[in-house]
C-alpha cells in the first residue's frame, strides 16, 4: 500500500495511520533536529504526527505520498517554535541569530567549522523567511522541487525561483564547482 | 526524496546536528500517537450510510445557525462587537492621497531574555521591555521611529546583573533609533479578505486551519483578527465591520469597556507560557486599540511571576499624511 491508500484507510481505521508513522518518523525527527535541535524535536516530532492524524481526512485525494505532507507540517511548526523562541530571547541589537536552523553544537567549536558556520548565519539572516523554509527542505531534507512545491503548497516555478535566489545569495560558501554551476541560474530560474 | 547532490545541499554537510531519534524517543512518540488514535473511534459505516445522517446534520445546524444569527438571539457579549461592527460600517473610509503615508504609533511591552554569554559572564535573565515606535508605511515600506524605555525587572538581582554587564547598552536603553525597511510583504495584507461575515469567516477559519500550532482554534482566529486589523494595512470600515461580526461568532469572553471600547479575549493553555489569556481591545470605530497576552500562571519554566502580561501591544489610530516624519496635526 503506498501512502495515500494508507492515509486514505486511516480515515476509517485509525489504526492504519501508524505504518505512516513508521515510515516518516526518523527522517522527520532528522530534519526537525536540524531545524530546532534534538531537544525541541522530539516534541515537534510527536506533534507532527499528531496534526497529520487529526488531519488526515483533508489529505489530498491523489497524492502517493505522505512524505512531502508531513513535511509541510513538520515546516510549519519549526518556524512556529523559533519564533516563540526567538519573541522570548529577543533583546534589540543583539538577538540570537534567527537564522531558522540548528548548527551543531560540537562543530561550532571547532575553528574551521565554526568560522563556515558564522558565515552560513550571516547569508541565512539575509535570506527572506520563505526563500529558507524553501532551502533548509531542499537542503535538508532532501525533496525534490515538485515535492517542496506540495509540502508548501506553491508553484514549483516560485520552489524554483526562491532557490535561485537563494544559491544567488550562497555563492561565496559554494565549493568551487558550486560556483560553475550556481552562475548559469537559469537552469534554477523560474517566475515567482 | 531525491538522491540528486548539489552543492547547496553540500554547504550544510557536517554543520547540522541531524541525529536520528533514538529508541526511546521514537517509542516516546509512537505512544503519544497511540493514546490519540485509541481516543479515535474507529467509522467503518458504509459511505452512503454516513452521509444521510451527516446530511441531516448539516440541515439542523444551518437552521440553528440561522436562528442563533437572528438579532433577537444574539447573546449580550455577540451585541458588544456587533454594535461596534454596526457602527463602523457607517464611516466613511479613510481618504489616502496619492503618495501619502500611513502613520500610526505601536507601543510594546514584550518579554525579552538573555542566556547567552555577555562579556565573561554566562547570564540567564528575562525581563520586560517597552518600546515606541512610529511608523510611516506605504506600500511594502516603512519608514520607523523607535524609542526603547526602561525594562522592567522581575527580580532585583536580574535587574543587577542586566546594569553590571552593560545589557542596557546592546538594549539600546533611552536610546532612538531610525530606520527604512522596503519590500516588507505580509500575505495577510496581501489576501482579498471578503467584508461579507459569513465568507469571511470560511476564509478566516481556512487560513487559521492551516496553521499547524498547537493553540486552540478560536485563538488562531484572534490572531488573525489582530493581523488584519494591524493598523498598517488600514482596513476599510465595512472589512473592520466584518472582522468584528466573525470574532462576535467566537466562543469569548466580552466586556465593555470605558470610552466605548470592548475587549474580547480567551483563555487557553501554553505550552511555554502555562495558562494564557490573549486579549484584544476594539475602539467605538472598530481600530484594534491593543492585544495582549497575559500568563496567569506564571511561565512553565518558574522564571515569569503569575499576573505577567508578556506581550502588551497598543496602537494608534492610523491617519493619513504627507511624507515620512511628518505627524498629524493634534
Redesign the interface.
Known sequence: MNDGEVMRSS?????A??MV?DRY??RI???L??RV??TD??DL???V???A??QRAKFREDAVSA?PWLYG?AA??AR?NYR?RA????????A?ADDG?????D?DAQID?AR??EL?RSELNRL?EKDREV?FL???????YA?IAEALDIPVGTVRSR?SR??ER?RN???D???D??EGTAEYGGGE | ????R???????D????????TPG??E???Q???A??QS?????QPRLRRLVPAAAVAVIALVIALVAAAPWNRTPAEAFLGEIAEAARTIAPQEMPEGSYIYFVRNEV???????PIGNTRMDI?YL?P?RTENWWQGQTVESKTS?GEPIFFSPEDEAAYYDNG?DQ???VGQTRTQTLTGV?DWVGETDWSTDPDQLAIQMREAAEA????QPIDVKMMNLAARILDPKLLAPPALRAAVLDVLGTLDLDQARLDGGRVSASTTYEDR?YGTVTMELVFDGDGYLVSRQETTTTGDREGSIPPGTSY?TITYSPPVSVSAPGVRPSP
Open positions: 480515515v476509517d481505521d485509525p489504526a495511520f501508524h508513522f518518523h526518523a525527527f532528522s530534519y533536529a536540524g535541535g534534538p524535536a522530539e516530532a510527536s506533534e504526527f499528531v496534526a492524524f487529526r512524505g507540517i510549519n511548526l512556529r516563540s519573541r522570548r530571547r529577543r533583546a534589540h541589537g543583539r540570537p536552523i540548528w548548527f551543531d553544537p562543530r567549522a563556515r558556520i552560513l527572506r532551502l531542499y537542503a535538508l531534507a532532501d525533496l525534490s515535492e532557490l537563494t544559491r550562497l560558501l559554494l565549493p564547482e558550486g560556483k554551476k550556481g | 526524496m531525491t538522491a540528486e548539489d552543492p547547496v545541499r553540500d554547504i550544510f557536517g554543520l547540522v546536528d541531524m541525529r536520528q531519534p524517543q521514537t516516546s512518540a509512537r503519544t500517537l497511540v490519540v488514535i479515535t473511534p474507529a467509522r467503518r514584550i518579554l525579552t531574555g538573555k542566556d547567552e528575562n521591555l518600546d526603547v545589557v546592546i538594549d539600546a510583504e496553521d499547524h500550532g498547537e511555554y506581550a
